[in-house]
Structures are given as C-alpha cells and as structure tokens.
C-alpha cells in the first residue's frame, strides 16, 4: 500500500468513531500541553531571577575582598596588580563603614558606601529621585528610601537638596596604619538622589571624600575583565594572591543549576500525565483492533502484508499523538501568555516592572512534538504487532 493511502485509511479509522478519537487525543493534548505549561514556568523562573542577579556586563565584574586575613589588604599596590592581570579592563575600589545618619533631630544608624562615579556607573543603581553625585570631590551624598524614610521623610523626594550629617566609623584596618585604633570621622553632604533599593539604611558618598578623611585601604574592590570568558582564569589568579573571589556569574550557575533540577521535578509531574494518556492511547488502539479484526481478515485475504497492517496502526497512533500533541502545546502556549499579558497589566498599573512567567524556547516545542511522536509510536507499536500476526483465516472466523 502507498503511504498516502495508509494515512487516507487511518483518517477513514479514526473518524469513524470521533467520540472516542476525540477523548484520546485530548487526553495526549492535556498531557502535553500540561508538561509544556510546567516547563515554560520553569523557564519563565530562571529568566526572571538571572535577570534581576545580572545583566551581561555584571557577568564580566568580580568581587575582590580580603576576608579575615591579616596578611593581604586591597590597597593601591592591590590594586595596581590587579589591574595588570591580562584580561582585566578596571578596577574599582569600595570603602564600606558603620555610620550614623542625622537629619533635624532624627538620627539612624545605617551603612555608609564610598563608590567613585566610573563604579556608579557600572552599579547602575536605581534612582528613583534627583542623580548621581557629580564628581568623586563633591560633598554630595545619594541615599536609600529605607534610609529616607527612618529620618521621617514622608516623601523621599522632598529629602533631594537638604543637607545630612553623617558619622563614620573608621576601622583600623582601613587607616595606613593597621595598629592605630578605629577613629570617628563628621563630615555634611547635600542629598542628590534618592534609591529605591534595599530594605536597610544606607547611603552612597564619593570615594576620594573618605580618602581624604584618612582612609587609606579599602573594604572590597571589583575587577571588570574584557570578556565574560576571562572571568574565571582572572579569579583563578586573584586567588592565589591570598583574596577571596566571587563572580555573578558564581551565582548566575547556581541558579541555573537549582532550576534546571526544578525543571525536572515539573516535568516529573507532566510525566504522570503523559502515562495515563499512554495509557487512554493503548485502550483505544487495542478496542480498535478487536473491533478491526474481521476487517483485518478480509484484507488479508485480499493480498494485503503484515507490513501494510501495521502501518495502519501505527498511523493511526501516530495522528492521535500529533494531533493531541500540537493542541496541547497551542493550548498551553495560549494560556501563558494570556497570565503574561495579565502579569504585564499588573506590573504596568502598580507601577512594576513588567515580567514574563511563562517562556517557551523552541527547543521545548520541538522536544514537546517528538515526545508526542515518542509516545504515539510506543503505545501503537504491541496492538500494530498484534494486528500484523492476526491470522487471515481466524479472523474471518470471528464475531
């Protein structure tokens, strides 16, 4: 028989009795789609987190930092070799101290963080209200809404342009010299910006502002390679100076890796779904085949091979699976970005930004069909072999 006839035959089978198609395909078409809907939320996760850990020039930075040892310190020696390590492009030193922050008679305790304007720029922190101080000698100071809002500003805005009163704690191994005791430092800034990051108080001066308080070593310094694919040999070689070392990119793989065992356990679940349809598939095939059994006799009789038989069956297997396949991920694709489109209303209205749950890579629709293919040929492969050993004679006997 020609394939094209086969398939015409299979259609005739199968429409034949539509109710029963019907279920079973929308049984392979829930499973699927079911298994889809899981793994696009999988997806849909991953993105979400990756892009709120880094964008692709965070995965370019390594944090440097001393740690607890009393033998390296990140200094400008510290800082000049790791600028001549191949692959770097910049350094950027960070001074972090324990400071209070004075308003008008409110006063908080909070984190002061010397960043120079090259590192803010990098950072790209979130300024909800006023900018970035204008150059790393300015007394300017940029602040936090937590912060804000623990000095009794009501609306963080109205904070841009007043002068706050801050005072550092200085530790001592920060000054030139390790022995010399910590040191309390005053000094005024005038507020120009306000971030809407954090849940603790802190606030962001310009770096040569504590240099020229005394500071002479700093807390932590990040390192920007040229490539993304320097990252590790960089840190590899930074370490064995005696500095602890973490990368975004550390984290970014730790994430991927949490969710691609997530993934997993979702696709577990779809798998369950998958089985009872294999097992719905494997009813109706094998009711057609009793049903088919005189029918199969006289085509038997009529010249037709063990070859073509099967063929039939295993066509038929094959349309219920691609059909219930492609509904099922039609379906499931639909109703995720129905909830995206949903999501994004949400996020534009309460003033968010807006985020995709669901994903659909096309690596997962392509694997979504040739599992729908898989299975349909699994589950039709015992009742073709058994329709194909039906003994022409036998089954004219039967009713």
């Known amino acids: 028989m020609k394939l094209g006839f086969i398939i015409k035959l299979s259609l005739r089978n199968l429409t034949r009795y539509k109710l029963r198609t019907f279920l ?9 789609g079911f298994i889809s809907f899981l793994t696009a939320l999988g997806y849909g996760l991953q993105q979400i987190s990756t892009n709120q850990i880094a964008n692709m020039q965070a995965l370019q930075m390594l944090t440097i930092d001393a740690g607890n040892s009393k033998i390296v310190s990140i200094n400008n020696d510290s800082l000049s070799k790791f600028s001549n390590i191949l ?52 007394k300017e100071v940029i602040v936090n809404t937590s912060a804000a809002k623990k000095l009794g500003a009501a609306n963080p805005q109205g904070l841009v342009g007043r002068e ?128 088919k059994t005189r029918e199969i006799g006289i085509m ?17 297997a094959l349309l219920i699976g691609m059909v219930g396949g492609i509904t099922g991920l039609i379906a499931s694709y639909l109703l995720g970005e129905a909830l995206n489109a949903s999501v994004y209303a949400l996020a534009k209205s309460s003033g968010n930004n807006p985020v995709q749950i669901f994903v659909f890579p096309p690596m997962l629709i392509i694997v979504a069909l040739l599992l729908s293919i898989l299975i349909s040929f699994l589950t039709g492969a015992y009742p073709s072999r058994r329709a194909s050993r039906i003994s022409a004679l036998n089954a004219l006997r039967y009713e």
């Open 87 to 138: 692959g770097v492009e910049k350094v950027y030193p960070m001074i972090s101290v324990a400071g209070s922050l004075s308003l008008q008679g409110s006063k908080v305790d909070g984190i002061v963080y010397g960043k120079s304007t090259d590192a803010l720029s990098i950072e790209n922190p979130k300024i909800s209200f006023g900018k970035k101080y204008s150059s790393d000698k300015s």
């Open 24 to 32: 079973t395909a929308g049984g392979v078409a829930i499973s699927i």
């Open 300 to 316: 038997k009789s009529l010249g037709t091979t063990k070859k073509d038989v099967r063929r039939i069956f295993i066509s038929e």
């Open 164 to 291: 706050l009163d801050l005072s550092m704690v200085l530790r001592p191994e920060l000054l030139l010299n390790n022995g010399q005791p910590a040191k309390t430092v005053q000094a005024t800034y005038r507020v120009v910006g306000i971030l809407n990051e954090g849940n603790s108080p802190y606030v962001y001066v310009p770096l040569d502002n504590l240099k020229d308080l005394g500071v002479q070593n700093f807390s932590s310094a990040q390192v920007k390679a040229t490539s993304k694919d320097n990252v590790d040999k960089i840190k590899v070689l930074i370490e064995h100076m005696g500095f602890k070392v973490s990368t975004v990119k550390d984290t970014v793989d730790q994430v991927n890796q949490f969710f691609s065992v997530f993934r997993a356990v979702l696709m577990g679940f779809g798998f369950i779904a998958v089985a009872v349809s294999c097992i719905g598939m494997f009813n109706t095939l094998t009711i057609s085949l009793i049903e």
